[in-house]
């Protein structure tokens, strides 16, 4: 196969894996990451573009949310030598789908390659702002996480992390999505990540708002 094909097929590879899911990692998701990631490397002018897209398009087949780790990548790597992709390109796009994963904050010490660094950045651009906001309800909807829970707290800021709170979706903005914005690699992505970061802070302020409202009433 040549690379065009070897695209085509981990595109058919990716929309299997992905056709029924409800968690947020969806086909139009991972398509994105493939956009946004072509797009940084463009605008930053480096970076191999099929090296880009297999990773992009393949990102998250072995998420441990979605899947069993160890039975997904033995399934990949066949895949991989099945369209006969070159052992050098595969230790490269594997290296890059193994280590973007946030896991809370643990996985931030691992150095990658630009073009891992890149579709890092593309994938965390998917996590903020409108669409972050929108998959962010739909992760908590698919795993039976409430919306919020408990009182509102006093500091309300970003860099809080409401520690003793339960996991819902309004926890997730502070465990992960606040923290995005200045963990990106590229000057790119750095800067869409800036408006993406002030749309989440004005959402949480106004659920915040809305959340509360009328507690000064009684029933």
Do not use: C
Not at 79 to 84: C, D, G, T, W
Not at 95 to 103: E, P, Q, T, V
Not at 144 to 171: C, F, H, R
Request: glycine share 6%; aromatic share 10%; no cysteine.
């Amino acid at each position: 196969m040549n690379q065009y094909q070897q695209l085509k097929a981990a595109e058919t590879y990716m929309q299997d894996f992905h056709e029924s899911d409800s968690s947020g990692h969806d086909i139009a998701h991972v398509m994105r990451v493939v956009r946004m990631a072509l797009f940084i490397s463009e605008q930053e002018g480096y970076g191999n573009p099929f090296i880009i897209q297999m990773a992009a398009l393949l990102h998250d087949t072995v998420d441990t949310k979605l899947t069993d780790e160890t039975t997904a990548l033995s399934d990949l790597q066949a895949f991989l030598n099945r369209i006969e992709v070159k052992e050098s390109l595969q230790q490269k796009i594997l290296d890059i789908i193994l280590n973007i994963s946030y896991r809370n904050g643990t996985n931030e010490h691992k150095k990658l390659s630009p073009e891992g660094y890149i579709v890092k950045d593309a994938d965390r651009l998917d996590a903020i702002g409108a669409i972050g906001i929108a998959r962010t309800f739909q992760f908590a909807g698919h795993f039976n996480e409430p919306m919020w829970e408990g009182t509102v707290p006093d500091d309300i800021s970003p860099d809080q992390t409401l520690e003793g709170y339960n996991p819902s979706a309004i926890k997730h903005f502070y465990d992960k999505l606040f923290k995005l914005k200045d963990l990106m690699h590229t000057e790119t992505a750095s800067y869409l990540a800036q408006r993406r970061h002030q749309l989440m802070e004005q959402f949480v302020k106004a659920f915040f708002e809305e959340w509360d409202f009328g507690n000064d009433y009684e029933v």
